[in-house]
């Protein structure tokens, strides 16, 4: 079995390029990800590609090879089954649930996972909008639209909540912006660096592009 930091690491690069699968991770990047200083990821990528889990090329970065990318959609899987079946079926917040399943990903069995995978009904996605692997490693395949690219008079859904800070889900929560609401763009504000959003049968919400770059949106209907 992988170590919690191999896990931890492969999941976090799997992470870092969901626009681009094929992109190299810088160092920086993936130091800053991971909370340690750049010295101590590139020691522990060097580890990694020696067990072939990924990539890695000086002065450049580092993506995961097929088996590091099976192993980052494993520890995936496991995590947001967890969300959900913390949400879900004991009925925790969602804005509190991602420290928990962070522990409990590195815990449980793959046949407590299939266990709890069954028991949920199979979900697709977390609570966060985010797709669950499949039993089988593979992930579905969708195009990343983010909120800060619509204009106004744009129609669109929201789907996945790119970031998982409690402060940021309470944000969008107490706002009415959570996955599955539909929304309509009513301005965007190239001066003030922010865009006005009104969610369906509520008041207009105005946030920064910052906050609007991490809510992937489809278009509605």
């Known amino acids: 079995m992988p170590s919690q930091a191999t896990e931890d690491y ?23 990800s991971m909370e340690v200083v750049p010295g101590t990821a590139t020691s522990m990528v060097k580890k990694l590609h020696r067990d072939k889990l990924v990539h890695y090329e000086a002065y450049s970065g580092v993506k995961l090879t097929s088996k590091g990318r099976k192993t980052a959609l494993r520890v995936l ?26 522990r409990l990903e590195h815990a449980i069995s793959d046949k407590l996972m299939e266990r709890i995978d069954s028991f949920l009904g199979h979900p697709l996605t977390d ?8 039993s089988d490693g593979e992930m579905p395949t969708t195009k990343i639209h983010r909120l800060v690219d619509g204009v106004a008079g744009d129609k669109v859904t929201i789907t996945r909540i790119l970031d998982q800070e ?44 910052a906050a609007a770059r991490k809510l992937l949106v489809e278009p509605a209907g």
Request: hydrophobic content about 35%.
């Open 127 to 134: 609570p966060h909008g985010d797709p669950i692997p499949a």
């Open 77 to 102: 899987r496991r995590h947001r089954l967890v969300e959900t079946l913390l949400v879900e079926t004991f009925g925790l917040d969602w804005a509190e649930v991602h420290e928990d399943a962070e």
């Open 166 to 209: 409690q402060a940021f889900l309470r944000f969008i929560d107490e706002r009415g912006l959570r996955p599955g609401t539909t929304v309509r763009i009513e301005q965007t504000d190239d001066v003030g660096d922010a865009m006005t959003v009104r969610p369906s049968r509520r008041q207009p919400v105005t946030m920064g592009r």
């Open 10 to 32: 492969l999941k976090h690069i799997f992470q870092l390029t969901l626009e681009n699968p094929h992109q190299l991770v810088s160092m920086g990047d993936l130091a800053e």
